[in-house]
């Protein structure tokens, strides 16, 4: 990260992971201080569909980068890292800091990689998400949009939040920065 920082323009360090958003929405903590107050959770009596996100966190600049999928297998991870890879032409270093998923070490993403000389992977121990800074972009999407969503019946618009938010958090880079603790 220290040189990412001192060379902003060719050395880049990237936060990736891999997080789910459900359709049924979370209620957790509603009833606090609100008592018989609180809003009625809207529960769909469809199933707990899913959304899978593959995203990149730059360590430096708090730019976010996402992609939404049905699921996520190697194949299209290795294409959403060759989507990430062209966003960095410029770059003559890209660290990737990921955890242990063996998905990342699947051929398919691989290839992919170790294709490109200017990829370095920095792998996370094992069991240790605090440390993938990335992983707090998805508790502040949980606590922005998920949370006690209203979107249940609707799973396009639900998926339409999500997306929409990742977007605003490209005007919001600093915050992004202090929020996910890559900042000094």
């Avoid at 440390?131 to 998926?159: C, G, M």
Wanted: aromatic content about 12%.
């Amino acid at each position: 990260m220290k040189e990412a920082a001192e060379n902003p323009c060719e050395v880049f360090t990237l936060f990736e992971d891999e997080a789910s958003f459900y359709r049924q929405p979370t209620q957790g903590l509603l009833w606090h201080w609100m008592g018989r107050k609180q809003p009625k959770m809207r529960y769909t009596h469809k199933s707990n569909t899913v959304m899978r996100v593959m995203g990149v966190l730059n360590a430096v600049n708090g730019k976010v980068y996402c992609e939404d999928t049905g699921s996520t297998t190697a194949e299209r991870l290795g294409e959403f890292f060759k989507r990430v890879l062209s966003l960095y032409k410029e770059a003559r270093k890209i660290y990737i800091i990921w955890d242990n998923w063996p998905v990342h070490y699947h051929q398919a993403v691989t290839r992919v990689l170790n294709g490109d000389t200017r990829v370095e992977i920095v792998p996370l121990p094992t069991y240790s998400p605090w440390l993938n800074k990335i992983e707090k972009v998805w508790k502040l999407t949980k606590q922005e949009v998920t949370h006690a969503h209203p979107w249940s019946d609707n799973f396009i618009e639900f998926r339409r939040q999500v997306r929409n938010h990742f977007l605003t958090l490209e005007k919001r880079p600093m915050e992004v920065l202090r929020y996910t603790g890559a900042s000094n």
